[in-house]
């Protein structure tokens, strides 16, 4: 049964993988089409401009990665879960202010190193730790939020946002 387990988790880290990739791969090849000035732009993602949802997904990728590195030391039970919106609110506050001072270009490779550490992260935890029954919160139950759903809803918003602009344009 063990090994039954293992294998299925090894497949759910394979896919999980493929989709982190994935979504950062279409995030970047998208935003990467549109001029500068347009991604710069305040205010086009509600109160956000699109570096600004990349500062967001960025330090969400960092998050994630402190908590694979707590988990690898023994130490789930010390990773801060937000309690509310208001919490996560917060979190999004600071972390995208602090990231505005850094040109697209430095947020990119941040963003970049921070990507590269999720996957490193992820393939480095032991697989029991993926559905580890101590952890409040299991990875396979957390992970696909900053993973790779939550970056694909803002994808999605910054493609709607795009079509409007094009069609007013035209």
Not at 20 to 25: F, L, S
Request: proline residues 5%; contains cysteine.
């Amino acid at each position: 049964m063990a090994s039954g387990r293992s294998a299925s988790l090894a497949t759910w880290r394979r896919q999980a993988l493929r989709r982190i990739a994935a979504v950062r791969k279409s995030t970047l090849a998208f935003v990467g089409r549109l001029p500068e000035s347009e991604i710069l732009r305040p205010r086009t993602q509600d109160r956000w401009s699109i570096k600004d949802v990349l500062a967001h997904l960025t330090t969400c990728d960092e998050e994630t990665v402190r908590r694979f590195q707590l988990i690898a030391r023994g130490q789930a039970g010390r990773i801060h879960w937000f309690e509310s919106m208001a919490d996560a609110d917060r979190f999004n506050a600071r972390s995208v202010a602090s990231a505005r001072r850094l040109g697209l270009p430095a947020l990119l490779r941040r963003m970049e190193r921070a990507h590269v550490e999720v996957l490193e992260g992820l393939e480095r935890l032991p697989i029991e730790a993926l559905r580890d029954p101590s952890h409040e919160y299991p990875v396979v139950e957390w992970l696909p939020a900053p993973g790779w759903s939550h970056e694909q809803e803002h994808l999605s918003e910054i493609r709607a946002w795009w079509r409007r602009q094009r069609s007013v344009r035209a």
